[in-house]
RNA sequence: GCCCCUGUGGCGGAAUGGUAGACGCGACAGACUCAAAAUCUGUUGUCCGCAAGGGCGUGCUGGUUCGAGUCCGGCCAGGGGCACCA
């Protein structure tokens, strides 16, 4: 070691320095929003959690990225909100009560406790004094009283729908205690059972919901195409065939179809099974009967339904068709009409869908070809193993032959409609949202049942009402339900004994409308302080996984045209931009025996993985998503300790785009250590001949210049890029930067104040992901104030702009040479530049191009 | 089955229809060192060639274009979503 090399002597410690700021931060409370008129807001919020215990570096994503965001707009001048909470209410919390004697409460607050200590070492820069639980009943008794708003307008209502039912214990099953049909603790076969149920009357809003989609013009289209397909609407028909007899009191079938233009091509009638027309007839056909039994058992899933075999059961009715009262319809019951989907009953037309046409093969049905593909004889045209879906004229179809599909519909619609037996339709997709859950850890539903008055609400004056402590999980059910005093209070109407509602709402209402919540957290009197939602609302950035792309954010689109009908707030959408982040992955280790092993458990020697400090070999698996089963997880205090928290918020912005999913490596961790240290040490290295504060960097020429080029370069670029959510482009500009400050020699004539600016610049970039480091560096070059409240840098554009740029040279489109040149220059200069080159007077060999295209400062393209 | 997304070096990935492989990781070589670590410098798609240079290259296959990783058609592979969408 020398004395002369000062590289020897610095070296950056991340762990104390990160420490101190963090403190400092906290102490001076800078990141606590106040609303301020006079500036632009800007709203980020990453999706809350589920406080399931610990958090590992894979969740730390999501939260790095939304800070990213919020330190930069803060920088650029913004009005900075952003809060955090916790969606507390939840199923595994009675699971940890079930099966560890912990209270849901005591298990939930603990989490809480643990995790929010873990994000404090990410430093993240959230406002704190916003934080709730939406486990407190100070934020529940909000939801209640909306709840109870939106039945008095008619958006919450009750009526019977399915639940899975497990018969041994007793108990309502979440589709994720379902497997394989069977309940995930008894085992017994799940069944069906009607309960009455409390919805929200989402499809009252089911047209605006589609159409305004359109006006998200900052959201992934992928998550758009998903919700529009979720909400599907579709224009058809809803008609009835007359039965020929009836085995109950209807004289009629009615069907829902997109298609009625094809009706002349349709050869059977389709019901489902739990169709009352089907019920009345298994009354008197056993087979049916178990039949619809059979239906009635098979798993209820899309892909499940879609993939199963298409089966039927010809029930003996006859359907007349609506346009031929000689003609008459065999009416099957089949596994792939559902009930809860237009009426319950198609008609089908084999010809023209694919499904129709493997049940008609099936069963033995006529194929009838109506639409006829250009080109095609009407009379020969036939149909084989696939259906013909596409375009065509109409044929065989009495008074339709010869329109095109659009027009032979409307008429179909308006000759349906002259018989008086049906009319246009539009359907969706979309249906009422549940809320009833048959659970404790949730917010109860603010309703007293009275067996004179019926539901009643409890009175506004009564709210919150609170989950009783005293509760067992050690019997299976609902502990509210057999809470020995809980449920009887008298009446709020008439004061006759009576009892609470003792379901729960779906703990997606708690998280639909907690970003307004954040607002103001404050009033105990009423959900929201309008002038806060005003000011605040929508949210600019919210970012989360793409597995909520369909309900949550349905279901809090939905809750906020609610929140406007009962007047809390004044908007319809709740997030202006919607950015969805991929996964964290890891690589995974199993030992000999199968177990795994976590990243702590393993060295690498040799390119082969052991069980550490012994020779046992260790079975190396595919990066997977970060998870605690696999042991594959990275906890965020163990790289704090170590690398500092930096080096871990850099590697996550750095490696991968952020929508995809990035796997967490130790190299890459290196790597980004690497660049703290390297940033810290040519700091330091550049210090002695940096200008004074404030000296101006004007008038800098040759390599100066250059690098001060570079500087308002990467400025320009990496402003574009975190606009646009591109870290790991921005991260890879920075990197130019660094490289750029490493190969310039810091003792240069005249290079101190472009010195000061390049290091003052490159610090102020890294701030919103390097904050820690960013600081100490920020102090080191002089500054009593903190980088939290320096500005953003702005890059001149005169520096940006190159004055002289290199062309590509092509000929016949192959890349022949290249040439520099001035900027802008005319067309006609710069082919006769290229066509002094050698290489392309050697390829012309004394003869003129054809074609010459010149794409301005970009390429020529000889054509010969 | 339907809807959506993604296929680029050894790896993660760059690239408004205009020089494919920026930047990082890894690897190799060198400098410094007694040695190592750290750091620095250089090389690194592939094939032919001493070199200059050239051929081939973005899952496959057609097409549009002066020019295609990028646009269009048809395939193949991987991933995600799904509540028979009538």
């Given at each position: 070691m020398t004395e002369t090399d000062p590289r020897m002597h610095v070296r950056y410690d991340a762990a104390a320095a990160e420490a101190r700021w963090r403190a400092r931060w906290k102490e001076e409370d800078v990141f606590r929003a106040r609303i301020d008129a006079s500036r632009p807001k800007y709203y980020v919020l990453e999706m809350f959690p589920y406080p399931s215990g610990k958090i590992h570096i894979g969740h730390g994503r999501n939260y790095v990225m939304g800070d990213v965001i919020a330190r930069y707009k803060r920088m650029a001048g913004f009005n900075v909100l952003h809060p955090f909470g916790w969606d507390a209410f939840g199923l595994p919390a009675e699971n940890a009560a079930a099966e560890r004697g912990v209270h849901p409460k005591g298990w939930t607050y603990e989490n809480i406790a643990a995790m929010k200590e873990q994000l404090d070492l990410l430093g993240l820069s959230l406002d704190w004094s916003r934080e709730f639980a939406t486990c407190d009943p100070a934020y529940y008794r909000h939801q209640q009283r909306m709840f109870l708003d939106f039945l008095r307008l008619g958006l919450a209502y009750r009526k019977e729908s399915a639940v899975n039912w497990d018969p041994v214990d007793m108990t309502v099953l979440a589709n994720e205690q379902v497997i394989d049909g069977l309940g995930w603790r008894s085992g017994a076969p799940v069944e069906k059972k009607m309960l009455t149920q409390w919805f929200f009357r989402i499809t009252a809003f089911a047209d605006d919901l589609l159409n305004d989609l359109?006006?998200?013009?900052?959201?992934p289209d992928k998550v758009r195409a998903m919700q529009a397909n979720w909400i599907g609407r579709s224009e058809g028909a809803s008609f009835r065939f007359a039965l020929a007899a009836s085995p109950g009191d209807d004289e009629t079938v009615e069907v829902y179809s997109t298609r009625p233009d094809t009706l002349f091509g349709a050869s059977f009638i389709a019901i489902a099974a739990d169709h009352p027309l089907a019920r009345a007839a298994a009354r008197t056909d056993p087979a049916l009967a178990a039949f619809i039994e059979q239906c009635g058992r098979t798993a209820t899933t899309e892909a499940a339904i879609e993939t199963a075999e298409k089966l039927g059961f010809d029930t003996g009715l006859r359907a007349v068709h609506p346009f031929d009262t000689n003609w008459s319809l065999p009416v099957y019951v089949a596994n792939f009409v559902l009930m809860d989907y237009g009426t319950g009953a198609i008609f089908g037309c084999p010809a023209h869908d694919q499904r129709d046409l493997e049940f008609a093969r099936k069963y033995g049905l006529p194929v009838k070809p109506v639409v006829i593909p250009p080109g095609e004889d009407a009379d020969a045209f036939m149909i084989g193993s696939e259906a013909y879906t596409g375009e065509g004229r109409m044929a065989h179809s009495a008074f339709l032959d010869g329109l095109d599909a659009t027009a032979a519909k409307a008429r179909a619609i308006e000759a349906l409609e002259r018989l008086g037996v049906g009319a246009r339709q539009v359907n969706w997709r979309l249906r009422d949202w549940g809320v009833s859950r048959q659970r404790y850890w949730g917010c109860p539903i603010p309703i007293v049942h009275c067996d004179a008055c019926g539901p009643v609400p409890v009175p506004l004056a009564d709210l919150p009402v609170t989950l009783p402590e005293d509760v067992t999980f050690d019997a299976p059910g609902n502990p509210l339900d057999r809470h020995p005093t809980w449920k009887h209070v008298p009446c709020p109407s008439c004061g006759a004994a009576a009892r609470r509602e003792t379901d729960t709402m779906d703990t997606f209402v708690d998280s639909s409308w907690y970003f307004a919540r954040f607002c103001d957290a404050s009033p105990a009197d009423r959900p929201t302080d309008l002038a806060a939602t005003d000011y605040w609302l929508p949210v600019d950035q919210y970012i989360g996984g793409i597995e909520h792309a369909i309900l949550h954010l349905l279901y809090a689109r939905f809750f906020v045209r609610a929140m406007k009908a009962a007047g809390h707030l004044h908007i319809s959408e709740p997030f202006a931009g919607l950015f969805t982040q991929g996964m964290i992955t890891h690589e995974t280790y199993r030992d000999a025996n199968g177990r795994w092993l976590s990243p702590e458990e393993i060295e690498k020697r040799d390119g082969l993985v052991f069980t550490r400090g012994s020779n046992a070999p260790v079975t190396l698996g595919p990066p997977e998503k970060m998870s605690k089963s696999k042991k594959n997880v990275v906890p965020p205090e163990e790289i704090a300790a170590t690398y500092g928290v930096d080096c871990a918020r850099w590697f996550l912005m750095s490696d991968s785009p952020p929508e995809r999913d990035s796997e967490w490596t130790q190299a890459g961790v290196d790597g980004a250590a690497r660049l703290v240290q390297r940033i810290w040490r040519l700091l330091n290295d550049a210090l002695p001949h940096m200008a004074e504060k404030g000296a101006s960097a004007e008038g800098a020429q040759g390599v100066v210049l250059e690098l001060r080029r570079i500087v308002h370069r990467t400025v320009h670029e990496l402003t574009q890029d975190l606009e646009q959510f591109r870290f790991n482009r921005g991260v890879a500009r920075l990197y130019e930067l660094v490289n750029a400050l490493g190969a310039?020699?810091?003792?240069?004539?005249?290079?101190g104040a472009v010195l000061r600016e390049a290091y003052e610049t490159l610090v102020l970039l890294v701030a919103p992901m390097m904050p820690h480091l960013a600081e100490e560096a920020w102090a080191l070059l002089g500054h009593d104030a903190m980088v939290v409240h320096a500005a953003w840098p702005k890059a001149l554009p005169e520096l940006v702009a190159q004055d002289t740029v290199t062309l590509a040279v092509q000929i016949n489109g192959k890349r022949r040479d290249e040439i520099a040149l001035k900027k802008d220059l005319a067309a006609a200069e710069v082919e006769a530049a290229v066509l002094a080159l050698d290489a392309v007077k050697r390829a012309l060999a004394g003869g003129r191009p054809k074609k010459v295209i010149v794409v301005p400062n970009r390429i020529v393209n000889l054509v010969v």
């Open positions: 359109k006006s998200l013009d900052r959201w310039f020699d810091a003792r240069t004539q005249g290079a």
